[in-house]
């Protein structure tokens, strides 16, 4: 009976793959565990190297060797993944980190097993740099011994779980059509999952999230109106899983993501459309005067009309 199964989710990581298999076979468990990599239709060679796995390592690394890329940035290629997980509990992994610690997935699931009303549980973990920027811990000594909710939902994206430090109980069948459709897939799973039960911490560094420009973090355009109307419809379906419970908060956050679309290069020259995201942002993250002038000067007064009225301020001086 598999207790856990390990599911590493990869696109085009042909140099970074083999370390994420190789620290999940470097596990030291009491149980059964299957190894799920499920490749998003790497070009690099990605997928050759998980065959040569699925033939040293057989039944034990499992390929989920998708026929075309599945899109939504891996998030259906996680949920297709998913679906195969035979575990009671499934620990999650991108195809660029790995783990350090052999007995994290033991110390997880003896946690899950421990605490029947939690959901999930995460440890710390370090964040490491392509370019050769100073690696860091990702959480400090200031951490909770649970989240819950209400730590989840705030105004800007609150993050203090890497992917591969999370371990979750396999409980959900069936994830909401709204999840499919979000090019974000911790911040929706972790809500979902919250609301099934608390989400525990273990203070030990026993993962590695590695920042390389391959991997999803570098993809998330914050000048792109598709990734922020992404964001944006995300938000509104989260509010509306949880019945509107944190409304104010969430609607000051997707004001953020209109303040970002006003700068976004789709919208560039676009007098119009610019202005009716200006109005939609003061509507909805209702900001205090300053900023609220700042954009009514930036993004709705017409450009001549501004250099009118500059114009007339300086006249007395001339």
Avoid: C
Avoid at 27 to 41: A, M, R, S
Avoid at 228 to 246: A, P, S, T, W
């Amino acid at each position: 009976m598999i207790k856990v199964s390990v599911l590493i989710i990869t696109y085009n990581q042909k140099k970074f793959i083999r370390k994420a298999i190789d620290s999940a076979l470097a596990q030291k468990t009491t149980f059964p565990i299957e190894i799920l990599v499920g490749d998003d239709f790497s070009s690099d060679g990605t997928r050759e190297i998980i065959q040569e796995y699925e033939r040293a390592h057989p039944g034990l690394v499992i390929g989920v060797l998708h026929p075309r890329n599945m899109g939504k940035n891996g998030g259906i290629n996680f949920l297709d993944t998913l679906k195969l997980a035979k575990g009671e509990y499934y620990a999650l992994m991108d195809g660029d980190d790995y783990w350090t610690d052999p007995l994290k997935l033991q110390k997880q699931a003896d946690f899950l097993d421990a605490h029947p009303d939690y959901s999930t549980v995460f440890n710390n973990a370090l964040i490491t740099y392509e370019d050769g920027a100073p690696s860091h811990l990702l959480n400090g000594p200031d951490m909770k011994p649970f989240y819950t909710v209400d730590d989840l939902i705030g105004e800007s994206e609150i993050w203090f779980m890497a992917t591969s430090s999370t371990m979750y109980r396999n409980n959900i069948k069936e994830y909401p059509t709204w999840f499919r459709e979000s090019s974000s897939g911790d911040i929706p799973r972790l809500i979902l999952k919250a609301k099934l039960g608390k989400i525990g911490y273990i203070p030990d560094v026993m993962s590695v999230y590695r920042k390389n420009r391959a991997g999803a973090s570098f993809h998330d355009n914050e000048r792109d109106e598709t990734f922020l109307r992404n964001r944006i419809q995300m938000y509104r379906d989260i509010n509306r899983e949880l019945d509107y419970r944190y409304d104010s908060i969430l609607r000051r956050n997707i004001a953020r993501y209109y303040r970002m679309m006003l700068d976004a290069k789709q919208y560039e020259g676009s007098y119009f459309r610019r202005a009716r995201l200006a109005l939609k942002y003061i509507y909805l993250g209702k900001p205090d005067w300053e900023k609220t002038k700042d954009v009514i000067r930036d993004y709705i007064v017409p450009e001549p009309i501004s250099k009118l009225y500059s114009s007339l301020r300086l006249l007395p001086h001339r």
